[in-house]
């Protein structure tokens, strides 16, 4: 078996050479196999003759944009992991992409050591977790006290009020309440909703439970508790 075959294929689509050529030398130093594409059109054939696990898709190109890309994608049943990397970072940009079929948005300018981690994440999770046809009763949908989240539409409601999340906002709330009563440490939320294998951007777990916070707390009892020195747990509230 040749070495590219036990490699993760990464496809890069951006018409911005001096960002495709970084990307596609920090994914090949991080020993991936790498196909790199200019425009929408050429993403769209390689991403159907070559069958890569995963593209990362800039959204602002020439031809097609990378919306349509993914939505192309989709539509003919190719069910490859999207990350998109784009300057646009507005919440109803976000939406769009994501619920077109994108797993996860990266905003121009970024960093190359951030992005090999998103990827290898998503990587993680889309193999770790295949779709199981054959459970009708999983709709996507969790459920803690007066809180759901829908892992299909994207969206996110308490006691019937819709409140918007970024796409990590919405990763970290998804694995909390999957999660829902255990207690769940700094290191398990940056490995699993951030990918990174250590623990030494801990304060960033500590700013994003405070996102979650300031959104969730004003509708109802808090959800999300500390326990001091652990980590943190989504429980249902007591008397719920």
């Avoid at 020993?31 to 993403?43: D, I, L, P, Q, W």
């Avoid at 999770?125 to 199981?132: F, Y």
């Avoid at 989240?149 to 006691?159: F, K």
């Amino acid at each position: 078996m040749p070495e590219s075959a036990t490699r993760p294929h990464v496809l890069v689509v951006d018409d911005e050479p001096n960002i495709r050529d970084l990307v596609e030398a920090a994914l090949r130093f991080h020993g991936f196999e790498v196909s790199t594409a200019r425009n929408g059109g050429e993403g769209l054939t390689l991403a159907r003759d070559r069958r890569p696990d995963l593209i990362v898709l800039d959204v602002l190109l020439p031809d097609v944009n990378g919306f349509d890309v993914c939505r192309r994608l989709r539509e003919r049943g190719d069910d490859v992991p999207v990350i998109y990397l784009t300057a646009r970072d507005t919440p109803s940009d976000t939406v769009t992409g994501l619920s077109l079929g994108g797993d996860d948005y990266v905003t121009k300018p970024f960093s190359v050591e951030a992005l090999i981690a998103r990827i290898r994440a998503l990587l993680r999770r889309t193999r770790r977790d295949p779709p199981d046809n054959g459970s009708p009763e999983d709709d996507g949908v969790l459920r803690v006290a007066d809180l759901e989240l829908d892992e299909r539409s994207w969206t996110v409601r308490r006691g019937g009020t819709p409140i918007e999340l970024s796409p990590t906002e919405f990763r970290l709330l998804a694995y909390l309440m999957g999660n829902a009563g255990q207690v769940l440490s700094r290191a398990q939320l940056l490995e699993n909703v951030w990918g990174w294998d250590y623990a030494g951007q801990s304060q960033i777990v500590e700013t994003y439970v405070s996102y979650l916070r300031r959104k969730l707390d004003p509708l109802g009892p808090p959800l999300i508790h500390t326990q001091r020195g652990v980590g943190y747990a989504l429980r249902v509230p007591d008397g719920a």
